[in-house]
């Protein structure tokens, strides 16, 4: 499965506005990570400043009508506020702490489905668009749930502090594992 530019893209945007805006409400990033780890906001700008998303596209190298677009949803979904006028911009809504790459995905690509045929109900259960008939059963939709699952708990798991967190660390250095720990048994 992969995910579209629209991902993508709109992760790479929230993880800039991040990294250099802060918050709508004035919380910068500085707020929630340690001192000197590189998260801080750019030249000149203080927490709560939007960030144009001019400058975003031409630092990135992204195309800014596509952002605009991104945005839009973002915007839809509460992710991120807008500041008009000659200093205006973009800015989370949010603190990264608290914005999971899961609403992120979801705002930008809809619901996550490894496989057309797999979606989730109204009632939150997962479907499988070939069992409609009674005595049909998808031979694969064990498979296909588990994987939506663990796509979706990753990103439920990652939030946007974590993305910027994980730039700032040195080349080589690697974030802990999302995986549970190993129950370590002695004999008895």
């Known amino acids: 499965m992969m995910f579209s530019t629209k991902a993508e893209y709109g992760v ?27 998260a801080s906001p ?3 700008a203080g927490p709560g400043e ?10 990135d190298g992204m195309p800014l009508a596509y952002l605009e677009h991104l945005v839009a949803r973002l915007r839809k979904a ?12 973009y ?19 809809g619901s996550i ?4 045929c797999i979606s989730q109900s109204a009632d939150g259960s997962i479907v499988c668009s070939r069992e409609s008939d009674p005595d049909h059963a998808c031979p694969t939709k064990l498979l296909w749930t588990r994987v939506r699952s663990a796509i979706v708990r990753t990103l439920q798991d990652t939030t946007l502090a974590d993305l910027v967190l994980g730039a700032s660390l040195p080349t080589g250095a ?3 594992s999302l995986e549970p720990e190993p129950l370590i048994t002695t004999g008895a």
């Open 12 to 38: 790479r945007v929230m993880v800039e506005l991040a990294r250099r805006g802060g918050t709508a409400d004035g919380a910068g990033l500085a707020d929630e990570a340690s001192p000197g780890d590189g």
């Open 113 to 116: 489905a490894p496989i057309e």
């Open 174 to 176: 690697t974030l802990p």
């Open 42 to 44: 750019r030249d000149g």
């Open 78 to 89: 509460g992710l991120v506020d807008s500041r008009r006028g000659s200093r205006g911009g």
């Open 91 to 109: 800015l989370l809504a949010r603190p990264a702490g608290e914005i999971t790459m899961a609403e992120v995905v979801e705002a930008l690509e």
């Open 50 to 59: 939007p960030i144009s998303l001019a400058e975003i596209a031409e630092h």
